[in-house]
């Protein structure tokens, strides 16, 4: 993708139309990065919107804070994170013209099952009740997920949004960092140094129909003794479920945290 001015505001190129999935995605792991630190800090951004995100080349950067004030809050960042991601996915933002993906029935594949996923996630941040809304850091482990298949699929497709930068590596082993620190065992890994685990080909996941289907890493004593037997426990890239396989029939172990 050709260098942006560095006054293009998010906003302008969405007035041209949706963004490519993969820089879409990296643009919202970017934003998500900084609303993560901020409401780390115990601040809440309260401006996030395309308008006040600016491109910068493969990535983009969040205007300054409003600061501190009572008519601000972490779940109004939330819910307007997920409207800007929704608005680079569609090219619009969120309304009644656009149906909810979250009660599809049919499970797609491919790139148009992780525009899904994405979607999902976006309504998610903006249509979740308060007590169940997801964190930034839950949101931040999620979509830099969803990121980096993104990315490698564009990679093994030759048609990458962005050109590469030396940052992925870093990105990945903090992301794995930060998800161990979330409770969560597993992490996106990818890039030449911290690939994704196995992936397990020709199978498809019990729960979503998915075909990204990787060995997972024994969490608890009882799946190390399942992996030291030769069972592998196997979770789906798509929709975070676990399982075993016991004669070819699909045993539930469990979904991650990430996936509300």
């Known amino acids: 993708m050709p260098e942006q001015s ?8 969405i007035a041209q139309g ?10 919202a792991t970017d934003i998500a990065l900084a609303m993560r630190d901020l409401h780390a800090d115990g601040r809440a951004h309260g401006r996030v919107e395309a308008a006040t995100v600016l491109l910068r080349g493969r990535g983009a950067s969040l205007a300054a804070p409003l600061g501190r004030s009572a008519h601000i809050s972490i779940r109004t960042d939330v819910a307007a994170f997920g409207r800007v991601l929704h608005q680079m996915l569609t090219g619009h933002k969120p309304g009644s013209h656009s149906a909810a993906i979250s009660g599809h029935s049919v499970s797609r594949k491919g790139a148009a099952g992780l525009h899904d996923s994405a979607l999902r996630l976006a309504e998610r941040c903006y249509a979740s009740p308060a007590e169940t809304a997801p964190t930034m850091q839950k949101v931040l482990t999620e979509v830099r997920l969803l990121a980096v298949i993104a990315r490698q699929a564009d990679e093994e497709e030759g048609t990458t949004g962005f050109e590469d930068d030396n940052g992925e590596a870093s990105a990945a082993a903090e992301s794995a960092r930060e998800s161990r620190e979330d409770g969560e065992s597993e992490a996106p890994r990818a890039s030449r140094h911290h690939p994704l685990p196995v992936l397990i080909k020709g199978e498809l996941c019990p729960r979503c129909g998915g075909n990204c289907i990787r060995k997972s890493k024994p969490r608890t004593t009882w799946e190390r003794i399942l992996t030291s037997l030769g069972i592998t426990i196997r979770r789906c890239h798509r929709c975070y479920y676990r399982y075993i396989m016991i004669l070819q029939a699909p045993i539930n172990k469990g979904t991650t945290t990430i996936h509300h």
């Open 6 to 13: 560095v006054r293009e505001t998010l906003a302008d190129r």
């Open 18 to 27: 949706p963004l490519p999935l993969a820089y879409a995605l990296r643009c």
